[in-house]
Each structure stands twice: as C-alpha cells, then as structure tokens.
C-alpha cells in the first residue's frame, strides 16, 4: 500500500494546517490509518488514528486541538490541525495498519514558530 501525505508547511503558533494522505489504491478491508510524529531527538509517537469504521484515538497532546478524518472511498486520511503549538514541529507520517501489513508514507514536516 503507497501512502502519499501531503500538506505541511510552516506556520505560526496558534495557527492550523491540514494535513492529508491518500493511499494508491481502494483498500476494503479493515485497516487503521493515522498519523505519527517525529521531533529531532524523539522517537516517533502517536498523534491520532482512525478506524475505517471511523474509531478515532488521539494522543492527550493533541485532543482537543487536532482532528482526524478519513474518506474510505478515497482511501484518504486527513488530520486537521489547530491551536499549534511550537512543542508541535515534528516530520509527521501517514501510516496504514491492515491485513496487508504495515505501510507509511514519506514525512511531511510541520513547523510551528514561535
């Protein structure tokens, strides 16, 4: 499964970004997709996930603040991102979860001035 993310970029604290990532196929099956981070120095954490029947998890960080959605027609998986914060700046990832396997897309990074 080919993951293309897309949409990070640099922006103010309190600002948003949309972030999105579709996969290169139809993908019918059960699966998870989400999205993780990785800040320099860090190992790569959650941010949020979501089911295709639409069971979301965020990590405490960002509830409240970022929103994640998915187009299963699309095969597409979007995290809205608001209230940035600086701690934010991270290369986030797209992932898939699913009998496939596990599959991520290239990094987009996020970075968030202060």
């Known amino acids: 499964v080919q993951l293309q993310a897309s949409g990070g970029g640099l922006v103010q604290a309190g600002g948003s970004l949309r972030l999105s990532c579709a996969a290169a196929?139809?993908?019918?099956?059960?699966?998870?997709m989400g999205w993780y981070r990785q800040a320099p120095g860090n190992q790569r954490e959650l941010v949020a996930s979501?089911?295709?029947?639409?069971?979301?998890n965020y990590s405490d960080s960002v509830k409240g603040r970022f929103t994640i959605s998915r187009d299963n027609a699309e095969s597409a998986v979007y995290l809205h991102m608001s209230g940035l914060k600086p701690e934010d700046t991270a290369v986030y990832y797209c992932?898939?979860?699913?009998?496939?396997?596990?599959?991520w897309g290239q990094g987009t990074l996020v970075t968030v001035s202060s």
């Open positions: 992932s898939y979860i699913g009998t496939e396997g596990t599959f």
């Open positions: 196929r139809t993908i019918f099956t059960f699966n998870i």
């Open positions: 979501i089911t295709n029947r639409g069971t979301t």
